[in-house]
């Protein structure tokens, strides 16, 4: 049924090439468990003084802090779920870690949120910024992400698949057909984790001349979509596509997307032209993501077949459903980060 979807010659490098919609039953997204209820998921991670620096400061990825005394809000909870995967969340028990406020020169008065952005430690020490509010913090946090999604206005398909193809280890063209301009917070997100393994390429509105440069022939499309360019045996001249089976797979979300990344990853790695380097273990599954998603969530990693699948532990957090603002601590003000974000 998908077949009939794409079946169109494209002129790669000195072939012609054909790309061919491959069904996703085969992919081995199908085994994978169902996820879990949102509130199994770890989204806020508790911060000490002997973790912070290591958690937030060394860590590329952007976060938002939440200063809480005891109890978190549901608004903040929700907060949290909303950016599962984009951003991380980390709570700062002020009753606690009366040390730790300190070196961060918390002041109650400029509310709850302090946001680092995206980048490295000295962009996060010189660059943070208080917020009051859970709707600006996560707009603030998404924000600061860098788009490293690639436009199919401004690129040739021949250099994307080129370059691809030519990395080390060889990575998999993903194509993006959206609606929007503008590449949503998850895919920039996801692009920015899985850019050693898949390099991303967005179409807006694609014409049907755009579609048949990358191989799809197609009327009824339901943007959003998503492809994932495969190969058999190496071979450049015959190219085939996954696609995002949103009817299995549910909608476009971090997990979901990274669930099927990492099932992509898992079948097809090996056949990729080049340098693929399915034969090790670091590439086959891609290690370095499993070691940083695992956190929140649960991956499961047997053979070649890692896949995610579940849900991190219990948020352990309390949750208080009424902000009530009676334990006012003072925090002396030393100034040791610069908000300018
Ligand atoms: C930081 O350390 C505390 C105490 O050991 C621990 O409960 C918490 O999970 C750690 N946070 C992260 C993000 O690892
Ligand atoms: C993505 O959607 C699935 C359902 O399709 C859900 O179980 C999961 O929690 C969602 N993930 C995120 C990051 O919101």
Request: charged fraction near 25%.
């Given at each position: 049924?998908l077949?009939?979807?794409?079946?169109?010659?494209?002129?790669?490098?000195?072939?012609?090439?054909?790309?061919?919609?491959?069904?996703?039953?085969n992919?081995?997204?199908?085994?994978?468990?169902?996820?879990?209820?949102?509130?199994?998921?770890?989204?806020?991670?508790?911060?000490?003084?002997?973790?912070?620096?290591?958690?937030?400061?060394?860590n590329?990825?952007?976060?938002?802090?939440?200063?809480h005394?005891?109890?978190?809000?549901?608004?903040?909870?929700?907060?949290?779920?909303?950016?599962?995967?984009?951003?991380?969340?980390?709570?700062?028990?002020?009753?606690?870690?009366?040390?730790?406020?300190?070196?961060?020169?918390?002041?109650?008065?400029?509310?709850?949120?302090?946001?680092?952005?995206?980048?490295?430690?000295?962009?996060?020490?010189?660059?943070?910024?208080?917020?009051?509010?859970?709707?600006?913090?996560?707009?603030v946090?998404?924000?600061?992400?860098?788009?490293?999604?690639?436009?199919?206005?401004e690129?040739?398909?021949?250099?994307?698949?080129?370059?691809?193809?030519?990395?080390k280890?060889?990575?998999?063209?993903?194509?993006?057909?959206?609606?929007?301009?503008?590449?949503?917070?998850?895919?920039?997100?996801?692009?920015?984790?899985?850019?050693?393994?898949?390099?991303?390429?967005?179409?807006?509105?694609?014409?049907?001349?755009?579609?048949?440069?990358?191989?799809?022939?197609?009327?009824?499309?339901?943007?959003?979509?998503?492809?994932?360019?495969?190969?058999?045996?190496?071979?450049?001249?015959?190219l085939?596509?996954?696609r995002?089976?949103?009817?299995?797979?549910?909608?476009?979300?971090?997990?979901?997307?990274?669930?099927?990344?990492?099932?992509?990853?898992?079948?097809?790695?090996?056949?990729?032209?080049?340098?693929?380097?399915?034969?090790?273990?670091?590439?086959?599954?891609?290690?370095?993501?499993?070691?940083?998603?695992?956190?929140?969530?649960?991956?499961?990693s047997?053979?070649?077949?890692?896949?995610?699948?579940?849900?991190k532990?219990?948020?352990?957090?309390?949750?208080?459903?009424?902000?009530?603002?009676?334990?006012?601590?003072?925090?002396?003000?030393?100034?040791?980060l610069?908000?300018?974000?």
């Amino acid at each position: 049924m998908l077949s009939s979807v794409i079946m169109m010659l494209i002129y790669f490098l000195l072939w012609g090439s054909v790309i061919a919609t491959h069904n996703t039953e085969n992919s081995g997204s199908s085994q994978t468990p169902a996820l879990p209820p949102d509130e199994m998921y770890q989204d806020m991670f508790p911060l000490t003084k002997t973790n912070f620096t290591d958690c937030v400061l060394r860590n590329m990825d952007p976060w938002i802090l939440i200063f809480h005394a005891g109890a978190v809000e549901r608004a903040w909870k929700t907060m949290a779920t909303r950016l599962r995967g984009v951003c991380w969340v980390g709570t700062v028990d002020v009753t606690k870690e009366t040390e730790l406020v300190t070196i961060l020169a918390y002041d109650e008065s400029k509310g709850p949120f302090r946001v680092f952005p995206y980048g490295d430690r000295n962009r996060k020490e010189n660059h943070w910024r208080n917020i009051e509010d859970e709707n600006t913090a996560r707009a603030v946090c998404v924000r600061t992400i860098p788009d490293e999604v690639l436009n199919m206005e401004e690129e040739e398909v021949k250099d994307i698949f080129m370059d691809s193809f030519m990395a080390k280890p060889t990575r998999f063209p993903v194509f993006l057909l959206q609606v929007e301009e503008e590449t949503s917070s998850t895919f920039k997100a996801l692009a920015k984790r899985f850019a050693k393994y898949f390099t991303f390429t967005k179409l807006v509105r694609p014409s049907s001349k755009q579609l048949k440069s990358i191989g799809i022939e197609q009327d009824n499309l339901d943007l959003p979509d998503m492809f994932v360019v495969i190969t058999k045996e190496g071979q450049t001249n015959e190219l085939n596509a996954v696609r995002f089976d949103k009817q299995k797979l549910g909608y476009f979300n971090y997990t979901n997307v990274m669930e099927f990344l990492f099932s992509v990853n898992n079948n097809y790695r090996h056949e990729l032209p080049g340098d693929n380097l399915a034969h090790v273990r670091k590439h086959a599954e891609m290690i370095e993501i499993v070691n940083i998603e695992k956190k929140r969530f649960d991956i499961v990693s047997a053979g070649s077949s890692a896949r995610l699948t579940r849900s991190k532990s219990k948020d352990t957090h309390t949750v208080r459903n009424n902000g009530d603002n009676e334990n006012k601590v003072n925090y002396p003000e030393i100034p040791g980060l610069r908000d300018e974000l």
